[in-house]
C-alpha cells in the first residue's frame, strides 16, 4: 500500500524540488554564457586570419535559372526580330523576287514550325521565344509585301487588311493542336484584331459616326472574348482592348450626342450610346459575380439615360433637358425591382439613377440660392419700397437663373422618389429627411418662379417656419427634429431679409418670428435654440420699432434693453435647462448691441450703461452666478465715469472714488469670508485706484486745498493699517502722506538752501553720513525691527 503524504507536507516537497530546480538552471545558464564567451573569444583570431582566404561555402546565386533563361531567350528573340527587319528594310533591294520570296518564307516557316519541335523536347521557353519571332516576321512579311507588290494600294485599307489576316493567322497558329500549349498567339491574335474595322472606317472615309460604332463593336468583340476565355493573357488583353476601345467609343458617341443638331443626328448619337449600353449590360449579365459587374451595370444605367436624354434634347425647350434625363434616370428604378435580375445590375441600376438624380438636385440649386440669398441685396436699401413681386424681391442683385421655371417640377420629382421608392430599413429615414427637404426646397422657390404678389411671397416663408417648428415639436426623432430645426432658422432668416422691403412687413414679419421661437421654445429638445432666435427677433423688433419712430439710435438702445432684460428674468425660470447658458449669452451680447447704439450720445450711453449694471447686478443675486457682480460694478463705473465726461468734471477723485468705494466694500466682504486674504489683495486695488491719481493731481496742483484733504485721507489710512496690522494701507498711505508733505515743504526747503552759503549743502551731507556710519549697527537694527513689524501684519 503506498503511503501519501498530507497535502501541505506533499506541496512543502514540490516547493523545495522546484527551488532545487531552479538554482540549478540558472548555474547551467551561467556556466553556458562563460562558455559562449569563451569560444567567441577563441574564434575572433581565427576569423581576422582568415579574413582573405576564399569562402568555403558556395555563393548564393542572385538569378534563379529559370529568370536566366527567359532573359536569354528574350534577348535573343529581341536581336533576331531586329536583325530581320534591317534585312527587309535594308537588304530587301539587292535581292531579286525569287530570292526575296525565298528567304521570307524559309525564315517564316522555320520560326513557326521549329516551336512545334521544340514543345515535343518540353523546351516550352525556347518555343515561346521562337514562336514570337515567328509572328514578329509576318508583320515583316505583310510589310515587305506591300512595299514589292502592293505599293500601290491605299496604306490605311491595306493595313486593315493585314491586321485581318495577321490576326485570323495568328489564331488559328495558336490554335493548331501542335502549337496549343503556347501562350502568345492569341492574346497576339486579339491585339491585331483591334486594328481591322477601326482602320476600315478611316480608310473608307466613314463618318464620325461609323468610326464610333466601328470602335464600339470592336470593344463588343472583346466582351465576348471576355465572356468565353479563361482567366489568363487572352482574357485580360480582351479585358484591355474592351476598356479601352469602349471608352473611346463612349466618348466619341457623347461628343456627337452633345453636338448633334437636328432629331436625326441626336437619334444616331443616341443609337450608338444604346450600343456602348447594351455591351456593358451584357458583359454584367454574363458575369454577375465579378467585381466589374457593378461598375458595368452603373455604365450601361449612365449610357441609356444618356442616350435616351440626349436623343429627346433636340426636340425639347433647353430648360426641359435636365428634366428629360431625370425621367430616364427615374425609370431605370424599373429594373431594380425585377427580382430575375442579377443583384449587381439591379445595385448597378440603383446607383446610376441615385447619380442622375444627384446631378439635377445640383442643376437645380442655384434656383434655391438666389431664392435665399438673393434678399440680402436689400440690406443697403431698408425699407425702398416693396417690390412688383415675389420673384422682384429676390433678384436685386443677381441674375434669374436659366431653367428655372422648371426647377420645381426637379426637386417635387426627386423626393417623390425618395418617399416612394427606397424601403430598405437603413436608408429609409436618410431618405424621407432628404424628401422634406427637397420639398422645403420647392415650397421656398415656387413664389419666386410664379411671380406671386410680394404679400403672398412673403406669406410662404412665414408658413413654412411654423411648419418646421411644429414638426421640431411633435416628433420624436432626433433627425428628424434637428432637420426640421435647421429649416426653421433659415427660413426665418430668408423671411427676414424679404421683410426688409417694407416697414410694416419687417414689423409683422419680426413679431411674427419672435413669438413663434418663443412658443416653440417649449419643447425642452429644441429650447437650446429656439430661445436664443426669439430673443434676437425680439431685438430686431425692437430697433424695428425704434426706427420706424423715426428714434435715434441712441434712443433705440433703450428698446434694445427690454430684451436683455427679459432673457435675465427668463434664465433663473431655466434652472439647470442646456437653454440656460445660450440665452444668458445672447442677452449678453444683445446688451453690448445696445451699448453700441448709444455710444454715439454720451448722456444716453451712461444710462444705457447703468441699465446694463442694473441687468448684471440682477443677474449676480443667483448663487451661481455671483462672479457676474463684477461686471455690474464695472458698468456702474463707467457710467459714472460718462456721466462725469458730459458734465466736464475734471477732478480725478470724482473717477477714482466710485472704484475705490466698490472695491474696498468687495475687498472687505473677502476679508470677513477669508481672514487670511492679504491685504494687498483685499485693499490695495481700491486704495491705490484713488490715492495714486489724486497724489499725481495734488503735485501739480498750486494750492493748498487737495494736498491738505490727501494728506489727511492718507493720515487716516495709515492709522487705520497700524490699528489693524495691515500692510497695504500702512504702506500706501504712509508713502502718500509722505510725499505729499514732501511736495508741501519743498518751497520752504529750496529757501533755506538759497539763503545758506554754498559750502553748507556739502558740510551738511558729511555730517549726514558721519552721524550715519557712527550709528550704522543701530540704524541696521532698526530697518530690521522694522521689517518684522511688517512682516507680522497681514
Not at 191 to 220: D, K, N, R
Not at 679 to 688: D, K, Q, R, V
Not at 700 to 720: C, E, I
Amino acid at each position: 500500500m503506498t503511503h501519501l503524504p498530507p497535502p501541505a507536507e506533499e506541496l512543502r516537497l514540490l516547493d523545495a524540488e522546484l527551488w532545487q530546480l531552479d538554482a540549478r538552471r540558472a548555474q547551467l545558464l551561467t556556466r553556458r554564457a562563460w562558455l559562449v564567451a569563451a569560444l567567441h573569444q577563441t574564434q575572433q583570431p581565427r576569423a581576422q586570419a582568415s579574413a582573405h582566404a576564399p569562402a568555403a561555402a558556395p555563393p548564393r546565386p542572385e538569378t534563379a535559372a529559370p529568370s536566366v533563361q527567359n532573359a536569354l531567350l528574350v534577348l535573343g528573340g529581341v536581336l533576331l526580330t531586329l536583325a530581320a527587319a534591317v534585312f527587309t528594310l535594308v537588304s530587301w533591294g539587292h535581292m531579286g523576287i525569287a530570292g526575296r520570296a525565298l528567304v521570307l518564307g524559309a525564315v517564316t516557316l522555320a520560326a513557326l514550325a521549329a516551336p512545334v519541335a521544340l514543345l515535343k523536347r518540353g523546351l516550352r521557353s525556347t518555343a515561346e521565344a521562337v514562336a514570337g519571332l515567328g509572328l514578329a516576321l509576318t508583320v515583316l512579311d505583310a510589310y515587305a509585301l506591300h512595299a514589292a507588290a502592293l505599293s500601290g494600294t491605299d496604306g490605311t485599307g491595306y493595313a486593315a487588311a493585314a491586321s485581318a489576316v495577321l490576326a485570323a493567322a495568328w489564331a488559328a497558329y495558336g490554335l493548331l493542336p501542335a502549337t496549343a500549349a503556347l501562350r502568345l498567339p492569341l492574346p497576339c491574335a486579339l491585339a491585331a484584331a483591334q486594328l481591322p474595322l477601326l482602320l476600315g472606317a478611316l480608310a473608307a472615309g466613314a463618318s464620325a459616326y461609323v468610326i464610333t460604332s466601328a470602335l464600339l463593336v470592336t470593344a463588343g468583340l472583346d466582351a465576348v472574348a471576355v465572356v468565353r476565355s479563361p482567366a489568363g493573357a487572352v482574357r485580360i488583353t480582351a479585358v484591355v482592348g474592351a476598356y479601352g476601345m469602349g471608352g473611346w467609343g463612349v466618348l466619341g458617341a457623347g461628343w456627337l450626342s452633345l453636338t448633334a443638331g437636328g432629331p436625326g443626328a441626336a437619334s444616331r448619337a443616341g443609337a450608338l450610346l444604346l450600343l456602348a449600353g447594351a455591351i456593358a449590360l451584357a458583359a454584367a449579365l454574363r458575369g454577375p459575380g465579378t467585381r466589374h459587374a457593378l461598375g458595368l451595370a452603373i455604365t450601361a444605367g449612365l449610357l441609356v439615360v444618356a442616350a435616351l436624354g440626349g436623343a429627346a434634347r433636340p426636340g425639347v425647350p433647353s430648360e426641359w433637358v435636365v428634366p428629360a434625363h431625370l425621367a430616364v434616370g427615374i425609370g431605370l428604378l424599373a429594373a431594380v425591382r425585377r427580382e430575375r435580375l442579377p443583384d449587381a445590375v439591379r445595385r448597378g441600376f440603383a446607383w446610376a439613377s441615385g447619380a442622375v438624380q444627384t446631378l439635377a438636385v445640383l442643376w437645380a440649386l442655384p434656383v434655391v440660392a438666389v431664392v435665399l440669398l438673393g434678399p440680402a441685396g436689400r440690406l443697403g436699401r431698408v425699407w425702398s419700397g416693396a417690390p412688383a413681386d415675389a420673384r422682384a424681391a429676390v433678384t436685386m442683385e443677381v441674375p434669374w437663373p436659366s431653367g428655372a421655371t422648371v426647377a420645381p417640377l426637379v426637386l417635387v420629382a426627386i423626393a417623390a422618389v425618395l418617399a416612394l421608392v427606397v424601403r430598405t430599413e437603413p436608408w429609409r429615414g436618410r431618405a424621407l429627411l432628404g424628401s422634406l427637404g427637397l420639398l422645403w426646397a420647392t415650397a421656398l422657390t415656387l413664389p419666386a418662379v410664379f411671380e406671386v404678389p410680394y404679400p403672398a411671397g412673403t406669406l410662404v416663408p412665414g408658413v413654412l417656419t411654423a411648419a418646421a417648428l411644429y414638426a421640431c415639436r411633435i416628433t420624436a426623432s432626433a433627425a428628424t427634429r434637428v432637420t426640421a430645426l435647421v429649416l426653421s432658422l433659415v427660413t426665418a432668416a430668408d423671411l427676414t431679409l424679404l421683410s426688409l422691403a417694407s416697414r410694416s412687413a419687417t414689423l409683422i414679419a419680426l413679431s411674427v418670428l419672435t413669438l413663434m421661437f418663443a412658443a416653440a421654445s417649449r419643447r425642452t429638445g429644441v429650447a437650446p435654440f429656439t430661445a436664443p432666435a426669439a430673443l434676437v427677433y425680439g431685438a430686431g423688433l425692437a430697433s424695428a420699432s425704434g426706427a420706424a419712430a423715426d428714434w435715434p439710435p441712441a434712443r433705440i438702445a433703450l428698446l434694445v434693453l427690454v430684451v436683455p432684460a427679459a432673457a435675465a428674468l427668463l434664465a433663473p425660470r431655466l434652472g439647470a435647462s442646456r437653454a440656460t447658458v445660450p440665452v444668458e449669452a445672447v442677452g449678453a451680447a444683445l446688451g453690448l448691441f445696445a451699448v453700441a447704439l448709444a455710444v454715439t450720445d454720451p448722456p444716453m450711453l451712461a444710462l444705457v450703461l447703468a441699465l446694463c449694471g442694473v441687468i448684471a447686478a440682477g443677474t449676480a443675486l443667483r448663487a451661481e452666478r455671483r462672479p457676474v457682480g463684477y461686471a455690474a460694478t464695472a458698468l456702474f463705473v463707467l457710467a459714472a465715469w460718462v456721466r462725469l465726461a458730459v458734465w466736464d468734471v475734471g477732478t480725478p477723485e470724482a473717477y477714482t472714488l466710485p472704484v475705490t468705494v466698490p472695491a474696498l466694500l468687495v475687498g472687505a466682504l473677502r476679508r470677513r469670508r477669508d481672514p487670511q486674504t492679504s491685504s494687498w489683495t483685499a485693499y490695495g486695488p481700491g486704495l491705490a485706484a484713488t490715492l495714486l491719481p489724486s497724489l499725481v493731481a495734488a503735485w501739480a496742483d498750486p494750492h493748498w486745498t487737495r494736498p491738505l484733504l490727501l494728506g489727511v485721507a492718507a493720515l487716516l489710512v495709515t492709522l487705520l493699517g497700524a490699528r489693524h496690522h495691515l500692510q497695504a494701507p500702512l504702506a500706501l498711505g504712509g508713502s502718500v502722506l509722505a510725499l505729499v508733505t514732501l511736495h508741501e515743504l519743498a518751497p520752504y526747503v529750496v529757501q533755506v538752501t538759497g539763503a545758506l552759503p554754498r559750502w553748507a549743502p556739502p558740510a551738511l551731507a558729511g555730517l549726514l553720513l558721519l552721524a550715519l556710519g557712527a550709528t550704522y549697527e543701530q540704524r541696521i537694527r532698526d530697518v530690521r525691527r522694522v521689517r518684522e513689524v511688517l512682516g507680522r501684519m497681514n
